[in-house]
C-alpha cells in the first residue's frame, strides 16, 4: 500500500511516499481503506521530535480518517465489510493515518455523517472529539451558560464554538477580525478580536473556557471564570498556575471514544455541525500540507484525499 513514513525527525521535508504491506485486522479489530486523513497540529509536532507517541517500526503519522471498511477481524459485530466509517484510530499511539489502509480496534471507529463526504468527515474525528469530551465530558456545559473558546476559527475552536451553540450555551470567541464573521455564521454570539483587544479586559463571568492557545492564555484566562467554573486548555499543562482555587482547570489529552464520534455525527447529520475545510491535497503532497498547518493561519482543516 501507498503509505507516508516520516524518514528522519525534522521539518516537512522528511515526509515521503513509500510502498509498505498492508496490515491485517487482529483481534477486535477491522482494516480500513482510507479515503482522506485529516492533518492536526499534533502531526507536525510530532513528526518535528518525535515526542510522546509510542512509535511503531516504521514511524508514521496522522490520525484523523474516513473510509470504508474493507475487513473485520474475528470478533467485531459493530461492522462489516463495505461501511463507511471515521474514527481517530489508536491515538495517542501510532495509526499510520497518511496510509491507504489502517486497522484499530472496532470501537474506535463510528458510521460516518450520511450528510459528509469523507473529505468533510475526515476533518472531524480528533479536533470534535476534543472539542467535544473538553465541553461535555470534562465541564458538562449546558444551556445558558457562557463559553469562551480560544483561536475560535482553527481545527479545533470552530467545532467548539458549533457544539457549545447546540447544547444551548452563550458563545464567546477569539479570532482575527478578518473571521468573525464567520464565526458569526458558525453561531458565535460574541466575538473578539485577539490582536486589538485584551478578551480579560472584556469578558467576565464565564463558565467554561476551551483553551486551544495555551502559554500566557491560559493563566489570563482564568481571570474571566466565575467561581467553580472551568478551563480546559489543549496545549498541554505547563501554563496552568499552581494555585487555582475557586475553579477547575486541567489539560485534556483526547481519547478514541465511539459514544463520542456517535453524537458528533448525529450532531453533523442534523446540521448542528459544519467542518470548515481550509485546503485539500492528494496523500503525496503531505509535506506541503504540514508546511501551510505550521504557518498557523489556515481556518478549519486541512485534509489529505488517499483514494
Not at 59 to 64: A, F, L, N, S, Y
Amino acid at each position: 500500500m501507498r503509505a507516508v513514513v516520516v524518514s528522519q525527525w525534522g521539518g516537512p521535508e522528511v515526509l515521503i511516499e513509500t510502498e509498505l504491506d498492508r496490515p491485517e485486522p487482529g483481534l477486535g479489530e477491522i482494516l480500513v481503506r482510507v479515503h482522506a486523513a485529516g492533518v492536526n497540529p499534533v502531526d507536525w509536532k510530532t513528526r518535528a521530535s518525535g515526542a510522546l507517541i509510542p512509535w511503531g517500526p516504521v514511524p508514521m503519522v496522522g490520525w484523523d480518517v474516513s473510509g470504508t471498511v474493507e475487513a473485520v477481524g474475528p470478533g467485531v459485530t459493530l461492522y462489516r465489510a463495505g461501511d463507511e466509517v471515521y474514527g481517530m484510530p489508536r491515538f495517542p499511539e501510532q495509526a499510520g493515518g497518511y496510509a491507504e489502509y489502517v486497522t484499530a480496534p472496532a470501537r474506535h471507529f463510528a458510521r460516518k455523517p450520511a450528510s459528509l463526504d469523507h473529505v468533510q468527515a475526515a476533518a472531524l474525528p480528533l479536533a470534535a472529539l476534543t472539542a467535544w469530551q473538553a465541553l461535555v465530558d470534562a465541564a458538562g456545559v449546558s444551556a445558558g451558560q457562557r463559553v469562551l473558546v480560544h483561536a475560535a476559527a482553527g481545527g479545533v475552536g470552530h467545532l467548539a464554538v458549533q457544539i457549545a451553540k447546540a447544547r444551548g450555551a452563550y458563545v464567546i470567541g477569539t479570532a482575527s477580525a478578518a473571521k468573525h464573521g464567520l464565526l458569526r455564521e458558525l453561531g458565535a454570539d460574541e466575538v473578539i478580536d485577539y490582536r486589538t483587544t485584551d478578551f480579560e479586559e472584556v469578558v467576565s463571568g464565564v463558565d467554561i473556557v476551551v483553551d486551544a492557545v495555551g502559554g500566557e492564555y491560559t493563566a489570563r484566562s482564568l481571570k474571566v471564570l466565575k467561581p467553580g467554573g472551568h478551563l480546559i486548555t489543549l496545549p498541554g499543562p505547563d501554563g496552568i498556575p499552581a494555585d487555582t482555587a475557586g475553579v477547575h482547570a486541567a489539560w485534556l489529552l483526547v481519547e478514541p471514544d465511539l459514544g463520542g464520534l456517535r453524537e458528533i455525527a448525529a450532531l453533523a447529520d442534523r446540521g448542528l455541525l459544519r467542518p470548515l475545510v481550509d485546503t485539500v491535497l492528494p496523500l503525496a503532497e503531505a509535506a506541503k500540507a504540514h508546511e501551510i498547518g505550521e504557518q498557523g493561519r489556515t481556518t478549519g482543516k486541512i485534509v489529505l484525499t488517499v483514494v
